[in-house]
């Protein structure tokens, strides 16, 4: 299997089991904070990230918004270690991710959910979302069952397990790709672009789905979208980014009535059309 998806299904291995049949620590997790600080990335004589600074609270929805090319994926892959800052700090649940200390093992887990929802197509839907509970013998197998289930239900996919990703729709892929991280019972989840290539129904039942896993579970979410209207419907906060800096962070409500011309300009290309139309 890849090794990317390793990475990113970030969790621990034990042999200590619970009273429900599964690892011990595993279950219904709390949301980590997540603190950016000062965060500065180069790409050579690019300056992509200019010292970015954001506070997520523990259990909070926060999106992270802005036009194409200003550094959202960029920030989005230093906090799940897939791109080292050059500077700054990134610390979740008060861990530094950069600089563990060496006897102290990471206390939370955290998925990160694809724009390509990156499925296995060998596998079928329910081996894509046990795949993880499986490979570290998280549960018993009788309770990696009932989770599987448990998790295509909270998306929206009750009984789906036996489809493979050829038979799916993209909203229906994206939602297996959400039971998937689901399924490790993440301290934190993240959704690079979650609405990519739906259509705007398809991007609202989405909507629902997190803004109901929002109800349901106590995990904190980071997404980043391009998507406005996707973006001040579901979060708690939001920011927004523009060329490589935080210009604005605040709730939807906030964010609406912003005069940062930098905020205004941004809802007006994406609510109306090209500017100067
Ligand atoms: N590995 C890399 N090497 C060099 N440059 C990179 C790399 N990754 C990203 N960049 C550059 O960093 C800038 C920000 O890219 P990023 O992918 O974060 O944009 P984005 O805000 O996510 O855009 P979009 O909305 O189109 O996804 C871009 O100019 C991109 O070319
Ligand atoms: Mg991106």
């Known amino acids: 299997m890849s090794t990317l998806f390793h990475k990113l299904m970030h969790?621990?291995?034990?042999?200590?089991?619970?009273?429900?049949?599964?690892?011990?620590?595993?279950?219904?997790?709390?949301?980590?904070?997540?603190?950016?600080?000062?965060?500065?990335?180069?790409?050579?004589?690019?300056?992509?990230?200019?010292?970015?600074?954001?506070?997520?609270?523990?259990?909070?929805?926060f999106s992270i918004i802005g036009p194409s090319g200003t550094g959202k994926s960029v920030l989005l892959k230093h906090i799940v270690k897939l791109i080292n800052p050059d500077q700054g700090q990134i610390l979740i649940g008060g861990q530094d991710v950069y600089a563990p200390p060496n006897d102290e093992p990471t206390n939370y887990r955290y998925s990160m959910v694809f724009q390509t929802s990156a499925l296995f197509n060998s596998l079928t839907v329910g081996e894509n979302v046990g795949l993880w509970l499986r490979e570290n013998r998280i549960c018993k197998e009788s309770r990696i069952k009932q989770i599987i289930a448990e998790k295509l239900r909270m998306v929206g996919l009750e009984g789906t397990e036996s489809m493979m990703t050829y038979?799916?729709?993209?909203?229906?892929?994206?939602?297996v790709a959400i039971a998937r991280s689901l399924a490790m019972s993440p301290n934190l989840i993240l959704y690079d672009e979650p609405?990519?290539?739906?259509?705007?129904?398809?991007s609202d039942e989405l909507a629902r789905v997190?803004?109901?896993?929002?109800?349901?579970?106590?995990?904190?979410?980071?997404?980043?979208?391009?998507?406005?209207?996707?973006?001040?419907y579901l979060s708690d906060r939001v920011a927004m980014i523009h060329n490589g800096e935080i210009?604005?962070?605040?709730?939807?409500?906030?964010?609406?009535?912003?005069?940062?011309?930098?905020?205004?300009?941004?809802?007006?290309?994406?609510?109306?059309?090209i500017k100067g139309d």
């Open 167 to 175: 038979e799916l729709s993209g909203g229906m892929k994206k939602r």
């Open 11 to 61: 969790g621990f291995s034990a042999d200590l089991f619970d009273g429900f049949e599964c690892v011990v620590g595993y279950g219904d997790a709390q949301g980590v904070g997540v603190s950016i600080q000062g965060v500065h990335k180069y790409f050579g004589d690019k300056h992509v990230l200019k010292g970015i600074d954001l506070e997520v609270q523990p259990g909070e929805t």
């Open 210 to 232: 997190i803004i109901d896993l929002r109800k349901s579970m106590n995990m904190t979410s980071i997404i980043v979208s391009h998507d406005l209207n996707f973006a001040l």
């Open 247 to 273: 210009v604005e962070v605040g709730t939807p409500a906030q964010i609406k009535a912003s005069q940062n011309p930098l905020v205004r300009d941004f809802i007006y290309t994406t609510t109306k059309g």
């Open 195 to 202: 609405t990519a290539e739906l259509d705007p129904v398809t």
